[in-house]
């Protein structure tokens, strides 16, 4: 009886504001396998999908960056923990979209989880080892503090539709900016099911968003939005990079170029955790506490 | 009022300094691979002083191809200075910090007359914060792996360095030292209305030993700023300037691995609340906009004061830019000198006749002004609203604008309403509001109780269409690094 059943399909859609909309374009586009098997229509988002995620990071960016670090981290672990539990949906998803066998997606979902970890423990560590006190030659006080630059649009990997996604958007948020994902246009469904983690995870919606479609006609718009304050181009080919880039100009947007990456399970390092914060230094007197000099 | 009274308390016999201690040379070359060099095309301009319009000299102007010969020179230089142990270049660093010390009076002068600002800063802001600058560098040119980029982090390769002329060999320090100390070579362009003391720079270097070619100066103009920014030899770009330029540089760019680090303009604002001493406070705005002439890209242009205490404030500030002398930049009374250039001047007029014209009630310090040279009397607007051009322009000059709130939050509101994010002052007495209230704004440097403070291991930089990336501190070295 159970052979007989017929298995209920997903409708994918996207991630804007913690809400799951469809485009309000109306359109979707086949998504295939690496095999050319049918897998789902995905949304296929337009500028004005683009401008609606921008608004929901703007609107979530005062509250996340706000929260404390260590609750940060808190969140960014609950969402390890929402992966480890749907970890055979992903393994499935990724062998599909990659054309992987079932142990080489298990290895890549492992990897991505276990690198969802990684940033999670870092979103209180951070700021100690990028900012500090300046032994300034005066009687003042001189700290400086690393900020998130605040709305970042990312343009995922092509590739590698899960560990590199993961790998690209946990850094962006765990310092407090918040995201506007631009999915991998041939497989964006694991991006698509991120949300529905994220949105089970306690993170306040707005935080990450997720469109997926076509990658040039979604960037263009984030490119050239002003209230976009930077740009990871990680999925952008040589192109469409140089162009995003130009458009970001228009509001000295902070762009991250693409960098080839051999192997996403290699140590990330920090710079995609550096490449979004701004270094606040704050200057504040000492003042002297007059002229009797030191008890000892 | 009791300004008439206040001021003729104040009366200075003239003070000035000697400018025998500077002998300028009529007429100096390009400094390409070592060398003073004319331009290829034979061109030079003038520089004047604008506290007199005297021509000072006649400088050679760099053009594309003086850009590319420089570039050429550079990246040879590259190959042995990258390669010397870190120690070494220390060496020379801290070499051209002594010299800049012994020298400093002789380029305080120098740079006063040039640049026209007062004697008073260029001898104990500029020149000590030179010399710092490349003492602090030099430290880090042995210890790069200590800086926290991982080990052993290498060099960009050849940086094109672009300067504006407010403060130009603090500028020159700014971008030049890190570079060395990180391994780099370096081709830097001047401002038009002021080369003097770059060149005179490229003497120290002679006077250094540094090896040809790892420092080229090109006098010249936008046009040889845009050919070093697009040269594909050159792989880092450090400019400081106005945001427009800064986005052309961001444009030409794209697409290349050239890294970029940009230090652009600024609205400042200088928030005072009810419970701030106000003494204090209207010394801190008075540095905080009329610092060289308000000329300045982190100046606090936006005073916002908590409304219950603007009469009073706002009378004391009068009362003490009444007391502000005007005049003679070479005077060591002087606290107001001469606007850069005639260029400047109209841009300030321009920009101020817009602030009365859209409403806005303008106040200039009663001060008479020299009949030769290029002036302007610290002025400041009240009855301005965000939407006026006075509070969202940058103006660059001794200019203040004037706005009030109500609340801390309304504060916070209105100072991070600006394209630009590059510096901002609180003023209370309250420990717990400076804290708040820093952490809310999104500028890249806070001044709280002070204003217009400077540090060379301090880091440097804008949130925003102020630009980005760090100069100053152990973060002013990843601009140079491959990391």
């Known amino acids: 009886m159970s052979d007989a059943r017929l298995s209920v399909f997903k409708t994918y859609k996207l991630y804007v504001g913690g809400k799951f909309p469809r485009s309000e374009s109306g359109r979707v586009y086949e998504v295939t396998s690496r095999k050319g098997e049918w897998l789902a229509n995905a949304p296929q988002s337009s500028r004005k999908d683009a401008r609606d995620a921008v608004v929901a990071a703007r609107k979530a960016f005062g509250g996340w960056a706000g929260k404390t670090a260590y609750l940060r981290g808190q969140i960014l672990y609950r969402v390890a923990e929402m992966l480890e539990g749907r970890r055979e949906q992903f393994v499935r998803e990724v062998a599909d979209a990659e054309g992987l066998s079932k142990p080489k997606a298990a290895a890549q979902v492992d990897a991505a989880i276990d690198r969802w970890v990684w940033y999670a423990g870092w979103t209180d560590k951070i700021a100690q080892i990028t900012g500090g006190a300046n032994p300034v030659a005066g009687p003042y006080f001189n700290l400086s503090s690393p900020e998130p630059t605040g709305v970042v649009t990312v343009v995922a990997p092509q590739d590698s539709s899960f560990l590199g996604l993961v790998s690209v958007i946990a850094p962006v948020i765990a310092t407090g900016n918040t995201a506007v994902v631009v999915a991998s246009e041939a497989a964006p469904l694991p991006a698509l099911s991120l949300g529905e983690v994220l949105a089970t995870s306690d993170l306040p919606g707005g935080v990450v968003n997720i469109l997926s479609g076509r990658t040039a006609e979604i960037a263009a718009p984030l490119a050239a939005h002003q209230d976009v304050n930077a740009l990871d181009l990680c999925g952008a080919d040589e192109v469409l990079a140089k162009d995003l880039e130009v458009a970001a100009a228009d509001n000295l947007k902070r762009v991250l170029r693409p960098q080839p990456v051999d192997d996403w399970t290699a140590d990330p390092g920090t710079h995609r955790l550096t490449a979004f914060l701004e270094t606040k230094t704050v200057w504040h007197p000492t003042g002297s506490l007059g002229a009797s000099g030191s008890a000892y | ?483």
Not at chain 2, 86 to 99: D, Q, S, T, V
Not at chain 2, 148 to 174: C, D, E, K
Not at chain 2, 294 to 303: F, K, T
Request: aromatic share 8%.
């Open chain 2, 1 to 483: 009022m009791t300004i008439e009274k206040q001021t003729s308390v104040f009366e200075y016999a003239p003070a000035p300094e000697s400018r025998s201690v500077v002998d300028i040379a009529p007429s100096y070359g390009l400094f390409i691979d070592g060398e003073f060099t004319d331009a290829a095309d034979g061109k030079v301009f003038k520089t004047v002083s604008p506290a007199t319009e005297e021509v000072l000299s006649e400088v050679a102007q760099a053009g594309a191809e003086d850009v590319d010969r420089a570039v050429k020179a550079a990246r040879k230089a590259f190959e042995k200075w990258s390669a010397l142990p870190g120690a070494e270049r220390a060496k020379y660093l801290f070499r051209i910090a002594r010299i800049i010390q012994e020298r400093s009076r002789e380029l305080a002068v120098l740079e006063t007359l040039d640049n026209g600002k007062p004697i008073k800063e260029t001898r104990d802001a500029d020149l000590p914060l030179v010399a710092a600058h490349f003492f602090y560098y030099a430290g880090w040119a042995d210890k790069l792996d200590h800086a926290g980029y991982g080990a052993n982090p290498r060099p960009l390769g050849v940086a094109g360095q672009v300067i504006p002329w407010n403060f130009p060999l603090l500028m020159l320090a700014w971008k030049i030292a890190p570079a060395l100390a990180t391994g780099n070579t370096v081709v830097l362009k001047p401002a038009e209305t002021t080369p003097l003391s770059a060149l005179f720079f490229a003497d120290i270097c002679r006077q250094a030993g540094l090896p040809k070619g790892v420092v080229n100066i090109l006098p010249g103009y936008g046009d040889a700023g845009a050919a070093i920014v697009a040269h594909d030899g050159v792989d880092k770009v450090a400019f400081t300037g106005s945001t427009a330029v800064g986005k052309e540089i961001a444009r030409t760019v794209a697409g290349t691995d050239k890294k970029v680090t940009l230090e652009l303009g600024g609205k400042g604002a200088n928030i005072v609340f009810d419970d701030a001493p106000i003494d204090q406070a209207v010394e801190g705005i008075v540095s905080g906009i009329f610092f060289n002439q308000g000329q300045v890209c982190c100046a606090g242009s936006r005073l916002l004061v908590q409304e219950s205490i603007q009469d009073e404030l706002l009378d004391s500030l009068k009362r003490r830019l009444s007391t502000l002398r005007l005049g003679d930049p070479l005077d060591k009374n002087t606290d107001i000198g001469a606007i850069n250039s005639s260029e400047q001047l109209a841009r300030i007029t321009s920009l101020v006749e817009t602030g009365e014209a859209e409403g806005a009630e303008r106040w200039s310090a009663p001060c008479e002004l020299p009949s030769s040279g290029y002036w302007f009397a610290p002025t400041l607007f009240t009855n301005v609203t965000q939407a006026h051009t006075v509070a969202r322009d940058e103006i660059f000059g001794p200019v203040l604008s004037v706005l009030t709130f109500r609340t801390p939050e309304e504060a916070v509101a209105k100072a991070n309403n600006s394209a630009y994010g590059l510096s901002a002052g609180i003023w209370t007495e309250k420990g717990s509001r400076i804290l708040a209230v820093a952490d809310r704004l999104r500028a890249g440097v806070v001044w709280a109780n002070t204003f217009n403070k400077f540090d060379p291991t301090s880091p440097f930089g804008g949130y925003k269409e102020s630009g980005f990336g760090r100069e100053g501190g152990r973060h002013g070295l990843e601009g140079y690094l491959d990391v």
